[in-house]
């Protein structure tokens, strides 16, 4: 998305690059992993309803996934490849005690992997496979742009990322291109993150908040976070003090989380949906962006009912309601991908 999920549209900021300046107090220490990694892989037939790994991963929710062949968000109309993705998945509560390296790709029909520790309730939570993909579809509203986005990137599912590193994350994004916003995360992993060898290969940890908390507004302009620094900074300082808490948000009713994700700074309606919805599992929660603003002008007049909050209410209730973050998220995807207006 344009403000929150990210924009194709030019920016001021230079781009982000592959390798940062050397800085000797950056994280150096490699974490103590084994040494190697676990196998398997996961039937799609175990899956409720279809699934397709590349455009869940690559459709502008989450900037936490790197390919292991350096290619991500590379193109914007993707579905159906079957490249490595991979990651370092912090605790998660009810999920996992320790960070997990974990890599993953579709092919033939299954969902392979690769993990310090056996990796499929992780992966359920992650990528969401627990949700019945064809009865969400059939809650979808009865309409042709809504079914065309849904054949072209069928199997698409929401992502359910660790929540503060999403919230870095979107606090990042505004005015930014899909692949800027990866490149950001990106280089904060590796610049200020935990890097974990396993294979003989070094993958970094996206960094804990007192991680962040640790480096100066100036180290963070570095990366290219401009403006967003000290966004980054000062939200990383209030959750590493336990002055609040981006999980906190969890289980409150849909307005009242998105007001207390707004304690942070940078955080407005629009950065809070997104991470409500991919990482809360908000699934009704519809961030209103650039493109989305401009399908509501043509499709769906109706619903602009002028400020944020009634707007995203009303589109709440056409997009389906229970559902309505994924009739969105692929709305959003088919118009950036493919500007198909109807």
């Keep these: 998305m344009t403000s929150d999920l990210g924009t194709e549209d030019g920016v001021d900021d230079p781009d982000v690059t592959d390798s940062g300046a050397d800085r000797s107090d950056a994280a150096t220490d490699v974490a103590d992993v084994s040494g190697t990694f676990e196998s398997g892989a996961i039937p799609l037939t175990d899956v409720a309803g279809p ?22 968000y590379e193109s914007a109309d993707v579905h159906g490849g079957d490249a490595w993705y991979e990651t370092v998945v912090p605790p998660i509560d009810g999920v996992t005690d320790d960070d997990v390296v974990v890599r993953v790709r579709q092919r033939e029909g299954a969902l392979e992997w690769e993990a310090t520790t056996d990796p499929v309730p992780l992966l359920t939570h992650l990528l969401r496979l627990d949700d019945d993909l064809d009865a969400i579809y059939a809650a979808t509203p009865d309409d042709d742009l809504f079914e065309r986005a849904i054949d072209a990137y069928r199997g698409m599912r929401l992502v359910r990322d660790p929540p503060v590193p999403c919230l870095v994350s979107f606090i990042c994004s505004a005015q930014m291109r899909v692949s800027r916003i990866h490149g950001m995360q990106m280089a ?122 009634e707007t995203s209410r009303a589109l709440r209730e056409r997009f389906g309601g229970e559902y309505a973050g994924y009739a969105q998220t692929y709305l959003f995807h088919h118009l950036r991908t493919r500007g198909d207006g109807g």
Excluded: N
């Design 188 to 309: 904060l992993a590796r610049e200020f993150g935990t890097p974990y060898e396993v294979d003989g290969e070094t993958v970094h940890a996206f960094p804990r908040p007192e991680q962040l908390a640790a480096r100066s507004e100036s180290e963070l302009r570095d990366l290219k976070l401009g403006y967003r620094a000290p966004y980054v900074r000062r939200t990383a300082e209030m959750i590493a003090a336990g002055e609040a808490h981006p999980s906190e948000a969890a289980g409150l009713p849909y307005e009242d989380a998105r007001e207390s994700l707004a304690r942070f700074v940078g955080v407005g309606e629009k950065v809070a949906d997104c991470v409500l919805l991919f990482s809360l599992g908000y699934t009704e929660a519809v961030p209103l962006d650039t493109w989305i603003r401009g399908a509501i002008a043509e499709h769906f007049p109706e619903c602009d009912r002028g400020s944020y909050a």
């Design 51 to 72: 699934f397709d790994l590349q455009s869940t991963l690559e459709s502008g929710q989450s900037y936490l996934w790197d390919r292991t062949d350096g290619r991500m």
